[in-house]
């Protein structure tokens, strides 16, 4: 059993063992989540087995100068960058990069006078720090705390890459206590509402942070093991919040009606068990499966979200089934303490308000369900003219250092090296009139503006000129060759991914492999590689999710119904994205740049957005399909389940909406975005799509909701999971009316069937219902 539910008023130690338990379970995550911001990474946006990626690092490995990845800005305002002052701050700068282990200055204003490193007041020392990401990023936290000082007379600021993706992970690590301020208090106000109750209200929460806390620290063990982007701490705290509060906001809902129906504590729990918990683990599984496939995909940004998700999952399932029933247990009566007026939804409440919205979608169906669909569809529009990219200094708030400074490098200093498309060809033995011809070849491709090389500068097919002397060495090495190919092109839009695949079709020497990196090439690599893992997990999730739906409902109808809305809702909630952050629509209020969509987002929203709805789809189904089974009347069915499951799903909703829309307040563009996009798809789905277009959709379907072949329906019979299959014999019959027959699914009783009317089992065996 997965309740002690203390049979005969006995509750003995079980209950405070179980509990003992989850608290030496909370101390010990407790502790081993201690320092998980350390163990975690700010990048993981690429695929490692890219050509883009390989092209980085030859580049590294032979010409380390041409891959900066700091840029310290000097600016002397009154006096200018070549004023004393500014020199002697600049010398301290560069005197404090040199000893320090792994930093080199590849460039500066002040070592070489190039005018390309001075705009005005400001002058620019380029900087290349060697590593994997965690030695980039303490180097590059070394380095700011000793040098970094925006504020003075001669201000020394950081930027680049390494600086944006400190400055990133520090916002974060602000965030989650911003976030976690406005949703602990909120949700609590929201539960003690729900339950008209303060020990109700309660027990959610303290699930809720042992969720939390779990997680982290399990989150925090598997960062040694493995590479996970700081990001997923915020996913742990949205979805480990809300998810727990969900599933024992379901749990002790059902456990309070049953107690108001005159069960006893034992009773109770064991209709608790057989209804809402089985609608819980089955919740859990879809929504972990959704999860899960974002493993599918070689980005460890992606991952990073599926090993928080299905460990939040996983607690939270756990957590309602395994400590609430003996809290239910210890606490019994004393679950309403200090509790005010309150207001149970029976099953069969059809006329509350859930109840009268749902039989009116189902007898008017283009009153309300047809405009709302017209509008859901009108809002994927924006997806035609959506752009993809690589999260910049854009990301950032527009008044951080690093956003600040790499802002000023791409306006003010020029950004032709930046946006430059890298050719190296290792290893190059080829001859100077080849490699001159393979430069001209590449200049001569659409869109190039011009191509530096060893063999010169090219324009258009003919040489331009010779680099100075000296130079040459910088792009090649004796064992390796770089081309520098510089354009015009935005990189991060189509044109730069047509001209990062016409640069990749331009033959090299014979004998040669040449690799294509920079922004254009990486975008393109890493639009493919999700690409291609896409219809995988598309598949596993649409694959998991049927079939879940089907064991639970009978009905090959049901699945592919939930599937099609769930559709719907998210490529809607996809358009809204791309209308906020890529069109810059609400920009002044949520405060951020609009940018093109990072192309990991939508597939994370995707599957984030896609589990919750499936959650809610659950939830309600299971209540309609425990009605249908006790009448045989589909209209009634879909009254009385959104009635009673209605309250429930919007305060669910509620809770986990407020969990990831208190995310806006992050200070990265990316969380605002997933936490826009998943709140709202969380309030569309729980009140658009189950108020009123599963009702009429269920009129469309009608007889043949519940429909499924004859083989399909022998499969369910042995292995449907039925929520009255665990209801005790000895459970008093429901006060709605006399309790029918045992049918092959169980003991009759209030989560049974009950044959009311001598047609109902008829009805529901010629429309294929598994009973």
Same mark, same amino acid.
């Given at each position: ?20 338990a989850?608290l ?7 502790v081993c989540?201690?320092?998980?911001l ?6 993981g ?7 883009s990626?390989?092209a980085?690092?030859?580049?590294e ?10 840029? @310290?800005m000097?600016?002397d305002?009154?006096?200018g960058?070549?004023?004393p002052?500014?020199?002697a701050v600049?010398?301290?700068v560069v005197e404090?990069v ?11 204003y002040?070592?070489t ?11 620019? $020392?380029l ?11 303490k180097?590059?936290?070394? $380095? ?6 925006p ?13 944006v993706?400190?400055d ?7 965030d989650?206590v ?7 208090p909120?949700?609590?106000l929201?539960?003690?509402l ?6 109700a209200a ?10 939390v806390?779990?997680?982290?620290? @399990? ?14 701490i ?8 809300g998810?727990?509060?969900?599933y ?18 034992a009773?109770?729990l ?5 209804t ?11 929504v ?6 974002l493993l ?13 998700? @299905? ?7 756990? +957590? ?10 210890? $606490? ?13 939804? *029976? *099953?069969?409440?059809?006329d509350?308000?859930w109840?009268r ?7 008017r ?9 017209e509008?859901?569809?009108t809002?994927?529009?924006?997806l ?7 999260p910049d ?6 008044r ?7 802002d ?12 430059a498309?890298?050719?190296v060809?290792?290893?190059?033995? +080829? ?21 530096v ?12 000129g010779?680099l ?8 090649d ?5 770089w ?5 015009n092109?935005v ?6 991914s047509?001209?990062a695949?016409a ?7 014979a004998?040669?492999?040449?690799l294509?990196?920079? *922004?254009?090439?990486?975008?393109t ?25 089907? $064991?639970?409902?009978g009905?090959?109808?049901?699945? =592919?119904?939930?599937?099609l ?8 909630i996809?358009g ?17 740049t ?8 939508p ?15 659950v939830?309600l ?5 425990e ?17 009673a499951?209605?309250? =429930? ?8 909406a407020v969990?990831f829309?208190?995310?806006t ?8 975005l ?18 009123a ?5 269920l009129?469309?379907?009608?007889r043949?909701s ?8 022998a ?14 014999a000895?459970?008093p019959?429901?006060?709605? +009316?006399?309790t ?7 003991p ?24």
């Amino acid at each position: 059993m997965i309740f002690h539910s203390g049979r005969g008023g006995r509750r003995g130690r079980g209950p405070w063992v179980t509990l003992f338990a989850g608290l030496l379970f909370l101390i010990v995550a407790g502790v081993c989540g201690v320092g998980v911001l350390d163990n975690l990474k700010s990048g993981g946006f690429d695929d490692p087995d890219s050509d883009s990626v390989a092209a980085t690092a030859i580049l590294e490995r032979n010409f380390p100068e041409s891959q900066p990845n700091l840029v @310290i800005m000097v600016e002397d305002a009154a006096q200018g960058v070549d004023s004393p002052r500014a020199e002697a701050v600049a010398g301290r700068v560069v005197e404090g990069v040199t000893h320090t282990p792994g930093a080199k200055v590849v460039a500066s204003y002040y070592g070489t006078g190039d005018p390309a490193l001075r705009s005005g007041h400001a002058a620019l $020392l380029l900087v290349r720090i060697s590593g994997d990401e965690n030695k980039i990023f303490k180097i590059t936290e070394a $380095l700011h705390d000793r040098l970094s000082s925006p504020g003075g007379a001669v201000s020394v600021s950081f930027g680049g890459v390494s600086a944006v993706n400190y400055d990133m992970y520090r916002q974060v690590e602000k965030d989650i206590v911003s976030a976690e301020t406005i949703v602990v208090p909120v949700t609590l106000l929201l539960l003690v509402l729900v339950f008209r109750g303060v020990v109700a209200a309660l027990l959610p929460v303290l699930l809720a942070v042992l969720t939390v806390a779990g997680s982290t620290g @399990i989150v925090n063990l598997l960062a040694r093991f493995t590479s996970v982007s700081v990001f997923a701490i915020n996913l742990i705290t949205a979805l480990g919040l809300g998810l727990a509060v969900d599933y024992s906001l379901l749990i002790v809902t059902r456990y309070r009606e049953e107690r108001a129906r005159g069960r006893s504590n034992a009773e109770a729990l064991e209709v608790t068990r057989a209804t809402a918990g089985r609608t819980v683990f089955i919740s859990g599984c879809v929504v972990g499966a959704a999860l899960a496939a974002l493993l599918l995909f070689d980005q460890y940004f992606l991952r990073s979200f599926a090993f928080a998700g @299905i460990v939040v999952v996983l607690l939270s399932v756990s +957590g309602a089934l395994v400590l609430l029933p003996p809290a239910l247990t210890l $606490l019994g009566d004393r679950i309403d303490a200090l509790s005010w007026k309150r207001r149970t939804t *029976p *099953p069969g409440a059809a006329d509350t308000a859930w109840g009268r919205i749902a039989g009116l979608s189902y007898r008017r169906p283009l009153l309300l369900a047809v405009p709302l669909a017209e509008l859901l569809a009108t809002l994927i529009l924006p997806l035609g003219h959506s752009q993809f990219g690589v999260p910049d200094q854009r990301a950032l708030p527009a008044r951080g250092e690093s956003r600040v400074v790499t802002d000023a490098v791409r306006q003010d200093f020029g950004a032709g090296e930046e946006a430059a498309l890298n050719v190296v060809v290792a290893p190059w033995s +080829g001859t100077p009139s080849e490699l001159a011809a393979y430069a001209t070849a590449l200049s001569r491709t659409y869109g190039v503006s011009e191509v530096v090389s060893a063999a010169g500068v090219f324009k258009e097919g003919v040489r331009a000129g010779r680099l100075p002397s000296g130079q040459t060495a910088r792009f090649d090495n004796g064992t390796a060759t770089w081309l520098q190919v510089q354009t015009n092109v935005v990189p991060y839009s189509s044109e730069g991914s047509d001209l990062a695949r016409a640069v990749r079709g331009v033959e090299p020497p014979a004998g040669s492999h040449a690799l294509v990196g920079g *922004p254009a090439a990486q975008v393109t690599d890493i639009n493919q590689s999700i690409a291609e893992k896409l219809p995988f997990a598309l598949v596993l999730i649409v694959v998991i999710s049927f079939l879940f739906l089907f $064991l639970l409902t009978g009905s090959v109808v049901q699945p =592919v119904r939930a599937l099609l809305l769930n559709l719907l809702t998210l490529m809607s909630i996809l358009g809204v994205s791309v209308y906020i952050f890529q069109d810059g629509h609400l920009s002044g209020v949520l405060d951020f740049t609009a940018a093109p969509i990072a192309v990991s987002m939508p597939v994370l929203v995707f599957c984030i957005a896609f589990g919750l709805s499936m959650d809610y789809e659950v939830f309600l189904i299971a209540r309609i399909k425990e009605s249908y089974d006790r009448m045989g009347d589909l209209p009634a069915a879909v009254r009385e389940g959104l009635g009673a499951s209605g309250p =429930v799903i919007t305060a669910a909703a509620a809770v986990l909406a407020v969990s990831f829309l208190a995310l806006t307040t992050s200070g990265v563009s990316l969380v605002k975005l997933y936490g826009v996009a998943t709140g709202l798809a969380i309030l569309i789905d729980a009140i658009v799509i189950r108020g009123a277009l599963v009702p009429a959709s269920l009129r469309i379907t009608g007889r043949f909701s519940w429909w499924a072949p004859s083989w399909a329906r022998a499969v369910h019979r042995r292995f449907g999971i039925r929520e009255s299959a665990g209801t005790p014999a000895h459970v008093p019959a429901s006060p709605e +009316g006399p309790t029918g027959p045992t049918g092959p699914a169980g003991p009759a009783g209030p989560a049974g069937p009950t044959h009311s009317h001598p047609a109902a089992a008829d009805n529901r065996r010629e429309e294929g219902v598994g009973v």
